[in-house]
């Protein structure tokens, strides 16, 4: 009998039960579309929005079904999302939504009108993205064609807001990709708080080099799609932006004046119809400055900078106080992320949280109490509890205390909010505690899956710490095998991700992978985790480390894991294997070949094979260019270092990443073929960075098993 049919006689999880039949999947609670009293909410059911009370979770009535509405407006029939306006007269609906990116889509938009029972379409002729309405429900503006437009809703005309977009040249109300990848925002246009005005951002992507993917579907010849990525050191878009005037159809250029490159990652309106906030950062995003732009004349005055040795991270942590006169924000110039009062101007007036560790999230200020709500690391990087702390920094209270990792999503009065609990072995519960923060019901406790777990026998993850040769003290997680024997001698299967300000090493749930961990255990193995320098939830000097030398000091930490788990008394230090994906993947990658007496094998999908071939945007932000930095990317590219393969390497990619492009493995192999390194690679046509759809997951994590019972 070998070895893997023994090794497989004792699992009872499968690949197929996790990856094709999904029987272990929790049940989730969705997102609330809270409603403007703060008590109910809606929720799409069955192609039909559904009002609930909050408060007991009775259903209050169906407000509309997508099969009764009116289909001569070409409406297919089928509610993909819809959203209410601010009086929730109207309900804006989304169906047929085709994704472009990781954030963009376009799709069909209808308005439904609760009081006549009508619906009218926005644009019946073809798909458009991110259609809004303004915030007197007058009309609604939207992209289309890479130009801003917008509807009169009372006669249906539509007016062009602009009209030089054009395909890989211009576009208008739109990110382009970087910046939808990086900067995290696919929709680039925002009505005035008078429904006057539109500002919105144009990206004159003209000189940014394409790069091609090639989908094969069947067809004669392949189907190539091309678009405008910039990589490291070559030509971003030309950013600018601009504020239209309803009344006047004039368009104001606002004056940003600088030679420089830099970068417009944020556009936000402040309480006041003229005033509109700009965050400006130059390229080597170091330097952030708040600007604050006059929509009559485009004039700009620099309200706030804030300057960084390393790098600065954008959130959209930012709430304009209704007095008009101040607004909350975080920064971590303190040397951990926390939340700051300042005057319009940009004066600060007062820090709002304090102490040695990171608001995670900023869930927003309640008006009335005069109190903020926000997730912080402030017990353990590995936990998140919530809080409440009034608008003078003071008489905080912890709101979400338990051990593990707390989320909150508040209602729009604040009276009420869910509380989204999990740890590393429990799944998500989902709970409603209002604003006395006593529980009021549960919605979801999941036992259902904790009673699977009991069934299937699983082993209870464990946390663990050690200090580097460096002195430097790392989290891990730890996962023993089934019948667990201290004298046995088992084989490790290190998992990572490890990029800047990620966490993997935290105590909540672990998804799909959970249950794939589970397995690997049942089969004999010790799988662990760590997490390097460089990551998140314990302030910036741990996570801003790396600046510069991405992938140097933490493959030497995951190296040294690798060590520290191979010295105990149970672990077969020669059988020592590790995975990552994306990022995960490049380290992986690094691990194998920087400490090829360490590691015998190792997966990687997806990754950077070498810095040069990645985007501007987040390459720039912590390596700098190659012309500036080449000892950084040459001693940290993997691909430099394929002469060093000796153990197992196998090499997955998506054939139609637009992420992190198929390029890097192909390279990979090339200079692996160079060496005369035999090596195992796997491909998946068509497929995005996440390798999904027709039956790639599962086909993936077979074929990785199989890989690991194979050389591990």
């Known amino acids: 009998m070998s070895l893997s049919m023994t090794i497989n006689s004792q699992s009872t999880i499968t690949i197929d039960e996790i990856w094709k039949d999904y029987k272990y999947i929790p049940n989730r609670v969705p997102g609330f579309n809270f409603m403007k009293d703060g008590r109910h909410y809606t929720r799409l059911e069955n192609n039909t929005i559904v009002k609930y009370d909050l408060t007991t979770g009775e259903k209050v009535e169906d407000l509309v079904s997508g099969d009764n509405m009116d289909k001569t407006s070409g409406f297919s029939g089928k509610i993909g999302s819809y959203e209410f306006n601010e009086d929730e007269s109207l309900i804006v609906i989304k169906s047929e939504s085709e994704p472009i990116y990781r954030r963009s889509s376009k799709a069909y938009f209808h308005i439904y009108n609760r009081k006549e029972n009508s619906l009218q379409a926005v644009n019946e002729d073809d798909k458009i993205s991110y259609a809004t309405l303004s915030p007197d429900a007058n009309k609604i503006a939207y992209v289309w064609k890479n130009d801003i437009y917008y509807m009169n809703i009372e006669d249906g005309i539509t007016l062009p807001v602009t ?11 739109s990110a382009d990709w970087v910046y939808e990848e990086e900067f995290s925002f696919a929709k680039a246009f925002f009505w005035g708080p008078d429904s006057k005005q539109i500002a919105y951002q144009k990206f004159d992507e003209t000189e940014v080099p394409e790069f091609t993917l090639t989908n094969y579907r069947n067809k004669l010849y392949p189907e190539y799609v091309t678009f405008k990525y910039p990589k ?26 600088d030679s420089k490159e830099f970068y417009l990652p944020r556009l936000h309106w402040t309480q006041d119809n003229n005033k509109l906030f700009i965050y400006k950062m130059n390229r080597h995003q170091n330097q952030l400055d708040i600007l604050a732009a006059d929509s009559k004349t485009g004039d700009v005055d620099v309200i706030l900078t804030e300057k ?10 930012i709430r304009f106080l209704k007095n008009g006169k101040e607004f909350i924000w975080s920064s971590e110039k303190s040397g951990f992320n926390h939340l700051y009062l300042h005057k319009i101007n940009g004066e600060e007036i007062r820090p709002l949280t304090q102490g040695d560790f990171d608001v995670t999230s900023f869930y927003g200020y309640d008006e009335e109490s005069k109190s903020l709500y926000y997730q912080a690391a402030e017990n353990s990087p590995l936990e998140r509890q919530i809080y409440k702390v009034n608008i003078k920094g003071n008489k905080k209270k912890t709101i979400a205390s338990s051990k593990g990792t707390n989320d909150a999503q508040f209602s729009s009065t604040f009276e009420y909010y869910i509380n989204t609990y999990s740890n ?47 002195g430097t003290s790392l989290n891990g997680w730890m996962l023993k095998p089934a019948n667990f024997d201290e004298n046995g001698q088992y084989p490790v299967f290190m998992y990572l991700y490890g990029g800047p300000g990620s966490q993997q090493v935290t105590d909540s749930w672990k998804g799909q992978n959970y249950w794939w961990f589970q397995m690997l255990a049942q089969q004999g193995y010790v799988v662990a985790c760590v997490d390097n320098r460089g990551t998140g939830g314990r302030g910036e000097k741990f996570k801003k480390m790396t600046y510069l030398q991405l992938g140097h000091y933490e493959t030497i930490d995951q190296i040294e894991s690798a060590k520290y788990l191979g010295a105990l008394k149970y672990i077969d230090k020669s059988r020592i294997g590790i995975f990552g994906w994306s990022y995960g993947g490049y380290m992986s990658s690094l691990c194998l070949l920087k400490g090829n007496d360490v590691f015998k094998s190792a997966i990687a999908v997806a990754p950077v094979t070498n810095w040069r071939w990645y985007d501007s945007v987040y390459t720039e932000r912590y390596m700098r260019t190659e012309k500036e930095n080449p000892d950084g990317y040459a001693k940290n590219s993997p691909v430099n270092f394929a002469y060093k393969l000796k153990g197992n390497y196998l090499l997955i990619h998506g054939m139609g990443d637009d992420n992190v492009h198929f390029q ?10 160079a060496a005369n390194k035999q090596f195992d690679t796997y491909y998946y046509p068509n497929r995005h960075h996440g390798i999904s759809g027709g039956g790639a997951r599962l086909h993936l994590y077979n074929k990785m098993t199989n890989f690991l019972m194979e050389k591990l």
């Not at 600065?312 to 942590?317: E, F, Q, S, V």
Request: aromatic share 8%.
């Open 308 to 317: 960084n040795e390393y790098y600065i991270d954008i959130t959209d942590d």
């Open 232 to 257: 490291v050191g070559e030509k971003n878009a030309i950013v600018s932006a601009h504020i239209y005037h309803l009344d006047n159809e004039k368009t104001i250029n606002v004056s940003i004046n």
């Open 664 to 673: 890097n493995s192909v390279e990979m192999a090339n200079a692996l073929i």
């Open 424 to 470: 590393i072995n429990t799944p998500a519960t989902y709970t409603v505690f209002n604003n006395k923060h006593k529980m009021v019901r549960a919605i979801e406790d999941n036992n259902s899956l904790q009673k699977i777990q009991n069934e299937e026998k699983v082993e209870t993850m464990e946390f663990f710490d050690f200090t580097t040769s460096e």
């Open 163 to 173: 009209s030089d977009g054009k395909m890989n040249h211009i576009i208008n109300g």
